[in-house]
């Protein structure tokens, strides 16, 4: 594990070797919105093994042992645009101090709107979600609606905390941009439209988080394989690490 300082912010970041050590596009990890390096566990690993890419997982500000956001429930408070800023302004410029150009981005949750958003703006070799958010659904406010009950009355707080050193600021950064009515009309399909490079979508079809619209909507203008899992919900490498996995090599080695 290692600290990088990414414009002013210090991130916590964990770099995976290439099994073969080969030259292929390494995979550069976005976690969800209560994500950090830790919630991944060994599957990046697993993934890298399997694909024989090198790969790289980092905690965004706020969230694992990066940096805090400080008043996150007052004057640090996410903007609507937060995705936007990780996409077009923090990821760059960890990328660059990286030494990465053109990755495979790999995104699950915010961590796939995140992807999405980038590979929009940025020649990237790839983009692989898993259940991004591409519009604001019903849905979604009812599932995170009650992941603050969860927070505040049951024990989701205390399960978060062994993963985030600052777990308040981890939860409500997340929690209330989402719950905001300025976060109501968050729509990036028209972004989405403009990616041209391959990307592999992934959701269950009991996620409880969205629809299987926030896929079918993607629409890029080059090679969209979505992939749909029952019996499976919003996190298709933690219900289905293996299929999810196999998926991805199978994606990636069409792109070689």
């Avoid at 961590?111 to 519009?135: D, E, N, Q, R, Y």
Wanted: aromatic share 6%; net charge negative; hydrophobic share 40%.
């Amino acid at each position: 594990m290692e600290r990088l300082l990414v414009n002013g912010v210090g991130l916590e970041v964990q770099r995976v070797a290439a099994p073969g050590g080969g030259p292929l596009a390494p995979i550069v990890f976005l976690h969800e919105g209560l994500g950090s390096v830790a919630m991944w566990r060994d599957w990046p690993h697993q993934l890298c093994a399997a694909t024989n890419r090198s790969g790289v997982i980092f905690s965004r500000r706020g969230y694992g042992a990066s940096d805090a956001v400080p008043e996150v429930r007052g004057a640090g408070r996410l903007a609507p645009d937060y995705m936007h800023r990780e996409a077009l302004e923090t990821l760059p410029a960890l990328l660059e101090e990286l030494g990465i150009e053109r990755p495979v981005l790999l995104g699950h949750s915010d961590g796939g709107t995140i992807s999405l958003i980038h590979a929009s703006h940025f020649p990237v070799k790839a983009a692989i979600v898993m259940a991004p958010h591409v519009i604001v659904e019903d849905v979604s406010i009812r599932a995170i609606e009650q992941a603050r009950e969860a927070y505040e009355h049951g024990d989701l707080r205390a399960r978060l905390q062994r993963y985030h050193r600052d777990v308040d600021c981890a939860f409500w950064q997340w929690n209330d941009i989402w719950l905001s009515p300025a976060f109501r009309d968050f729509d990036i399909r028209s972004e989405c439209r403009r990616i041209v490079a391959p990307v592999l979508a992934i959701q269950g079809e009991d996620d409880p988080y969205g629809t299987l619209r926030q896929i079918d909507e993607i629409a890029p203008q080059g090679l969209c394989q979505t992939e749909k899992l029952p019996a499976c919900g919003h996190s298709p490498h933690k219900d289905q690490p293996e299929q999810t996995i196999a998926l991805i090599a199978k994606f990636l080695t069409s792109l070689s």
